[in-house]
Nanobody, 129 residues
Framework: QVQLVESGGGLVQAGDSLRLSCIAS????????MGWFRQAPGKERENVAA????????HYADSVKGRFTISRDNAKNAVYLQMNSLKPEDTAVYYC??????????????????????WGQGTQVTVSS
């Protein structure tokens, strides 16, 4: 059974940085696209960043472009989200997710909730003004 465990969330002030980590177990996800999503109170879960299996292709939501960086370490079965210049509107529960099938040949990434099969439990990020 695949498990994704996020860590690194917390309470910070505007302008601070955080690095979220997601460690996978139960399956080698090195050939799977992965992503980070977030859900703020009263809002739908949205994709903030996505990465293909090898880390060569990335995608960011416009709201985080230039501030967030997604990366992965396939040797550790892990994906990370470096968040800089945090804003109060970044406050949300952040989720790590993995595409259900390996995609080593298509090499793409995914940005929709329904394209991901495996999800972590989420980690809270709160940014105060």
């Amino acid at each position: 059974q695949v498990q994704l465990v996020e860590s690194g969330g917390g309470l910070v002030q505007a302008g601070d940085s955080l690095r979220l980590s997601c460690i996978a177990s139960g399956r080698d996800l090195s050939s799977h696209a992965m992503g980070w999503f977030r859900q703020a109170p009263g809002k739908e879960r949205e994709n903030v960043a996505a990465v293909n299996f090898g880390g060569s292709k990335t995608h960011y939501a416009d709201s985080v472009k230039g501030r967030f960086t997604i990366s992965r370490d396939n040797a550790k079965n892990a994906v990370y989200l470096q968040m800089n210049s945090l804003k109060p509107e970044d406050t949300a529960v952040y989720y790590c997710a993995a595409h259900g099938r390996p995609t080593p040949y298509s090499g793409g990434y995914y940005t929709e909730n329904h394209e991901y099969e495996y999800w972590g439990q989420g980690t809270q990020v709160t940014v105060s003004s």
